[in-house]
T-cell receptor, first 113, second 112 residues
Framework: GAGVSQSPSNKVTEKGKDVELRCDPISGHTALYWYRQSLGQGLEFLIY????????KSGLPSDRFSAERTGGSVSTLTIQRTQQEDSAVYLC???????????FGPGTRLTVT | DAKTTQPTSMDCAEGRAANLPCNHS???????VYWYRQIHSQGPQYIIH???NNETNEMASLIITEDRKSSTLILPHATLRDTAVYYCLKGAGGTSYGKLTFGQGTILTVHP
């Protein structure tokens, strides 16, 4: 079946602009995660959604970052007033339930100029 | 909550077994050991996980020491396509969700 998809695959934006990154999880997966990976670095957890529970936002680096998940499926990560340090690959993952293996999308490469 | 410890890099000859070690001395009783890998320019790929017992699937085997403080991922017959960064992680189980904390991983290079 279809895997996790993310769009856009690449995004170049100017410093100070807002961006929205989209994630379509695998159908039926109740858990959804956002991570980011800066150049040469490991993955950094950002936010987690599980069903209708309140999301765990403990990994969001600042209040410029927010995310929502509509209808328990598609998720959007929004970064307001982008900064150059926001440049990274943003990865989305989903899993069948809160404690199952995670399937990752191809990521969105964000470049802030 | 200390992360796991892995060697920075390892080499392996094609066709030979690749044995990737991981130290997770601070692992708690309800935490699983997970292995993922990331091939260049792709998202991470799940490989295997375990709690106490050794595990095997079509991709790899996972050997966990009796005290659970370390583990070894074994790729029995490495191929060039297995060249990737391999991440060993520990994630809470039971009623906790599976938030994963990724370290730097091991860069495995498989040579012809």
């Amino acid at each position: 079946g279809a895997g996790v998809s993310q769009s856009p695959s690449n995004k170049v934006t100017e410093k100070g602009k807002d961006v929205e990154l989209r994630c379509d999880p695998i159908s039926g997966h109740t858990a959804l995660y956002w991570y980011r990976q800066s150049l040469g670095q490991g993955l950094e957890f950002l936010i987690y959604f599980q069903g209708n529970s309140a999301p765990d936002k403990s990994g969001l680096p600042s209040d410029r970052f927010s995310a929502e998940r509509t209808g328990g499926s598609v998720s959007t990560l929004t970064i307001q007033r982008t900064q150059q340090e926001d440049s990274a690959v943003y990865l989305c993952a989903s899993s069948l339930a809160s404690f199952h293996e995670q399937y990752f999308g191809p990521g969105t490469r964000l470049t802030v100029t | 909550d200390a992360k796991t410890t892995q060697p920075t890099s390892m080499d392996c000859a094609e066709g030979r077994a690749a044995n990737l070690p991981c130290n997770h001395s601070t692992i708690s009783g309800n935490e699983y050991v997970y292995w993922y890998r990331q091939i260049h320019s792709q998202g991470p790929q799940y490989i295997i996980h375990g709690l106490k017992n050794n595990e095997t699937n079509e991709m790899a085997s996972l050997i966990i020491t009796e005290d659970r403080k370390s583990s070894t991922l074994i790729l029995p017959h490495a191929t060039l396509r297995d060249t990737a960064v391999y991440y060993c992680l520990k994630g809470a189980g039971g009623t906790s969700y599976g938030k994963l904390t990724f370290g730097q991983g091991t860069i495995l290079t498989v040579h012809p």
